[in-house]
């Protein structure tokens, strides 16, 4: 638990002690307040004056009830007004039946125990009889009565606070009943009685002896077991209407002891048989003071008593009732639970009152103001756990705030972790895509270096071609013959142009040409894994692929277009202009995609706006070198990239052929 409530544990355990021992305590004085008055009576009979003339004490109140109810007989027969439950009403005579206010369940104890009946062996036993008065067979429900034997006292029951409606809770007893089940006094067990099945006018009789718990259905036997009480009495009545069942009535004559003999009243001492002789009080008051056994069976009620047994409920933990000695006299049963010491005020009372009858108001009045002051502490003890249980209650809201906060957590990491799948999924499949690609990339690499023999033979043959055409322009300039050199030419295709060998400034330009040339192709694969078509960055590639035709690092890609429909092409230096034209349109296009096209638009970007600078400048150092080189007269008669040269200078002209101007040979002359 919390920390703060942690704290009040100790002192909660301990007000539900002391609330226990407030509890044992009234029962035992109720208990102790009968016995002390069966003991004073062979006393007080002795002097009955002194007694007569107290009317007003509780001890004569007490002795001339108990004279009554044994001059009508009836001795106490009946349920119990304040010990049962609030829930179910008593009527009848002498208040016997007791029947259910529609609620669904309720506990009625009766005000005198059973007689103690003794059969033909040793054995002591007790005993009542029920009669079905009124079932519910409307209602349907499955569990009907509880029935059976309990050693609390209904005085004692009637001073526990609250509304008990549960006949296991009640300490000290054994039931059967209910939806088939067994109190032993220890543990549950199971039964096949069906108590949903009674019947008006059924009569259960209840019967404990040698230690064996019965119950009877009109003479049949339905739950029986081993009791956990020990057989000390006095044992009352108990019953637990719920369920089906409505109304019952306590019968006076029980059937159970028709096969036992009549039971045998305890003895009771009459003016009569007790003598008035001093001696004998003398003596008898000795025997009190020295515990003599004799004397306690002579006395009723002045026998050891057993202690509240440690039976678990549903209310308290067997672990918190006190031990209490069983062998001593009734009142020494009192003890402190801090040490298990005697409390000296109380007994102190008590052996005061056992010494002098005369002065029992004295003690009432003193054990009721020890009993007042035990229950300002056991208050005190239940405002503490009050305190603790209001601290448990916040710590508790805390708690399932906590948790609502951890439940909210976990909704977002199960969205987070579907978030991540999904990620993972799609870079599983972009690294499939990417597998693919570098599968073709090695594909196409082994292709391309089957390739490169086949290019390096086609590269020397072409440059073998282009000497011999360079060769043969020469001399055709030389000889001045263009007739047949201009058959074969058209009039509006440039004639090739022979720049000569690229200066080191040249090859500097085609050096950071090449970047730029692979930087596009990077790019258009790029573009092409990411779904878009780089027509553009293609076909800017291949022109530069033919302008770099000379560059060794190139020749295998050129070789492998000059096998393709592309090789009628033109390729070197005169592709200058084409590849910075192309470079140049595609940049100034691309700049629409920047801030949408990806990095790879962007990186294309730079890559062919470099290019398109670096080729205007190589165009401009090819057209210097044209212009200043040895090649500058034999290429002013051919027009140009940049249109015809400027006009040649008049000269000496050969004679030109003019038809028909012969003399030729004459037909007949």
């Not at 108001?361 to 405002?383: I, P, S, T």
Request: glycine share 8%.
């Amino acid at each position: 638990m919390l920390p703060c409530s942690a704290r009040w544990v100790e002192p909660g355990l301990r007000a539900q002690s002391h609330t226990l021992n407030v509890s044992r305590w009234q029962h035992h004085y109720v208990a102790d307040v009968h016995s002390i008055f069966q003991q004073r009576r062979p006393c007080s009979l002795l002097c009955p004056n002194n007694l007569h003339k107290q009317h007003n004490s509780l001890a004569a109140l007490t002795l001339q009830s108990a004279r009554r109810c044994m001059a009508s007989g009836t001795q106490g027969f009946g349920f119990h007004r304040r010990a049962s439950s609030q829930s179910l009403t008593l009527s009848g005579r002498s208040q016997a039946t007791a029947s259910r206010k529609g609620v669904s369940r309720g506990i009625a104890i009766a005000r005198a125990p059973c007689p103690a009946c003794r059969g033909s062996s040793t054995a002591l036993g007790w005993g009542f009889s029920l009669l079905i008065a009124d079932v519910d067979t409307e209602s349907g429900l499955s569990s009907g009565l509880w029935v059976g034997l309990t050693m609390t006292s209904p005085d004692s029951l009637a001073l526990r606070p609250g509304d008990m409606d549960f006949a296991a809770d009640v300490p000290d007893s054994v039931v059967a009943g209910g939806g088939g089940a067994l109190w032993d006094g220890n543990q549950c067990h199971d039964i096949t009685w069906d108590t949903s099945q009674l019947q008006v006018g059924d009569q259960v009789h209840v019967f404990l002896s040698a230690g064996e718990f019965q119950v009877r259905l009109n003479g049949r036997t339905v739950a029986a077991c081993e009791a956990s009480l020990p057989l000390r009495g006095p044992f009352y009545p108990l019953v637990e209407l719920r369920g089906c069942t409505k109304a019952v009535e306590l019968l006076r004559e029980s059937s159970l002891c028709l096969s036992l003999e009549e039971p045998r009243p305890l003895p009771q001492a009459t003016p009569e048989a007790v003598s008035c002789d001093v001696a004998a009080h003398a003596k008898l008051t000795r025997q009190v003071n020295q515990r003599d056994p004799s004397v306690q069976r002579q006395l009723p009620g002045a026998g050891p008593r057993r202690a509240r047994s440690e039976t678990p409920s549903r209310r308290h933990s067997a672990k918190l009732k006190p031990k209490v000695d069983t062998d001593a006299l009734p009142g020494e049963r009192l003890h402190l639970e801090d040490g298990q010491h005697e409390d000296p005020r109380l007994w102190t009372t008590v052996r005061d009152c056992l010494a002098r009858p005369e002065n029992y108001d004295q003690v009432f009045h003193a054990v009721c103001a020890l009993l007042c002051e035990a229950r300002a502490e056991r208050d005190g003890f239940h405002q503490r756990l009050g305190e603790a249980e209001r601290a448990n209650v916040l710590g508790a809201a805390a708690a399932k705030r906590r948790e609502a906060e951890l439940r909210r957590l976990r909704e977002e990491l199960k969205r987070q972790a579907a978030l991540l799948e999904e990620s993972n999924m799609a870079c599983q499949t972009l690294a499939k895509e990417l597998t693919a690609a570098k599968d073709a990339k090695n594909r196409a690499q082994y292709r391309i270096r089957q390739l490169q023999p086949k290019a390096a033979d086609v590269g020397w043959a072409a440059r073998a071609v282009d000497t011999a055409a360079a060769a043969d322009a020469l001399v055709c300039v030389a000889e001045i013959s263009f007739t047949a050199r201009i058959d074969m030419i058209p009039l509006s295709a440039p004639a090739p142009i022979n720049v000569g060998p690229p200066t080191p400034e040249m090859l500097e330009k085609m050096r950071r040409i090449r970047f730029c040339v692979i930087g596009t192709f990077v790019a258009a694969v790029g573009r092409f894994c990411t779904g878009d078509i780089p027509y553009n960055e293609v076909l800017s590639g291949c022109v530069g692929i033919f302008l770099l035709s000379d560059d060794p690092n190139v020749a295998p890609c050129y070789a492998c277009l000059a096998n393709s429909p592309l090789g009628q092409c033109s390729h070197g230096l005169t592709c200058v202009m084409a590849y910075a034209f192309l470079s140049g349109i595609n940049a100034i296009f691309l700049t629409l995609k920047l801030f949408v096209g990806g990095p790879f638009v962007l990186f294309s970007f730079v890559c062919q706006g470099a290019g398109a600078y670096q080729g205007l400048k190589l165009h401009n150092l090819v057209n210097a070198n044209m212009a200043d080189g040895p090649m500058a007269p034999l290429q002013r008669n051919f027009p140009g990239p940049g249109g015809p040269g400027p006009p040649e200078t008049p000269g000496p002209q050969p004679p030109s052929f003019q038809a028909f101007q012969g003399t030729g040979m004459r037909l007949g002359g």
